[in-house]
């Protein structure tokens, strides 16, 4: 893997530092997109309409915690606080996978001290204690060896030494593990999740549990996202694509790969090559691999993803606003050098489900996205890119890069692009142009032999994850036109939206890509009052 360099725009000018942030806009906070897991603390409407109108585009629902019940009411309120809000936003299921968790029936809290010795069990039917930790899982004494790292955290390993612990294996008792406790916690709650570092668990990346809920809550919601948890092979994300073609509209829904650890690092090209988008799990990742190799990895496949035109979307930025109102110095360096780096999207986890404050969460991360996106390197990153691509590029990554460099050049004040499945703005996007991306998804008339239906629902939610790009769902009856039609219609309704959200002004230069014929074109135009 090669890292990409900082894209970073120099020199900076002291007074740009000093200078107060401009208010955001209200069409988009920031170009890199904000996925927020909904949850206990953020899922009233009135919660959702805040976090919406703060920059969310994607709303995750993890199903590692919850019933299908809970989650369901919960998409309810978001489906009415985006018809009170007008901002379109994405559903992504996040599955269980291969999640080994520690079971604690009572809830109280567990006092493990340093230097002390805990059994690992998987017979649940015990209660949990400071000597006893039941599992869900019975081959654990054969995956692990005397000295193997294992880690145990509640829903997600914070790095705190108060509510994560660090075990180490000392005996091996028929289906029990024994471990020595290196560090003191109290594990509050009654489920924590139990990784052991650099092993492998024979577990499916796609459990029963979770093939249930896809056939059930993601058939009944069209769900436009699967969030594949701990990807570690190409294979598995073939396995999730044959298996949601049975599942009706879902054979439209994009697959993430959610890296989680080495194994899936160490196929990530292969998984890359399969997978719609990739999840940077930097949670678990950052438990399996040495601190001093966190930065390489998420440089080096940030760059890949970039390179494939795939969206990147990494995990684990603002830990500490789950309980605090401002980030840390470290994290909002950590969430600028993510946009340098080249991430697509953010994703908070604890910070919006069980955080106290959500909104202010999404707030501030958008607002630290917007500032480093002023001094991204465009230039270089266009260059960079372009040569990656080689000679002969595609004929529609050729048009793809030539919106951009015309846009540049004209100094444009939006580029728009007609397209019916998305990989047309996805391409624009991947050059990063300067400004954002107005994807016109003309919708499609299709049958599945009982019943004629419009596509483009899916292909305009799922631009929400990508960087710049910002979808606009065309009037149907403008989708059966003729393929020689130039669309002049849906140009005239596209113009007037940007317009009505103050991105396009006047005599502003708008750069336009489209199809008229067989022909793919890109022209300037400069919209009048």
Known sequence: MHPSPLLLEEPIRMSSVLEPSKPVSSFFPSMTKIVGTLGPKSRSVDTISSCLKAG???ARFDFSWGDAEFHQETLENLKTAIKSTKKLCAVMLDTIGPELQVVNKSGNPILLEADSLVVL?????????SMLLPINFH????AVKKGDTIFIGQYLFTGSETTSVWLEVSEIKGEDVVCLIKNSATLAGSLYTLHVSQIRIDLPTLTDKDKEVLSTWGVRNNIDFLSLSCTRHAEDVRHARDFLSKLGDLQQTHIFA?????????HFDEILQEADGIILSRGNLGVDLPPEKVFLFQKAALYKCNMAAKPAVITRVVDSMTENLRPTRAE???VA????????????????LRGLYPVETITTVSKICAE?????????YFKKTSKYAGEPMSHLESIASSAVRVAINVKASIIMCFTTTGRAARLIAKYRPTMPVLSVVIPQLKTNQLRWIFSGGYEARQSLIVRGVFPMLADPQHAAEPKNATNEPV???ALDHGKAFGIIKSHDRVVVCQKVGVASVVKIIEPED
Do not use: C, R, W
């Open 139 to 142: 081959g654990l004494s054969e």
């Open 372 to 380: 480093a996106e002023k001094v991204f390197n465009y230039d270089l």
């Open 337 to 352: 050098n993510a946009v340098l780096d080249g991430s697509d999207a953010i994703l908070l986890g604890a910070e919006t």
């Open 121 to 129: 069990t998987p017979d649940q039917s015990k209660e949990a204690s």
């Open 491 to 493: 140009l005239k309704v």
């Open 56 to 58: 969310m585009s994607v």
């Open 258 to 266: 959610k890296i989680e650890n080495i194994e899936g690092l160490t």
């Open 332 to 334: 909002a360096t950590d």
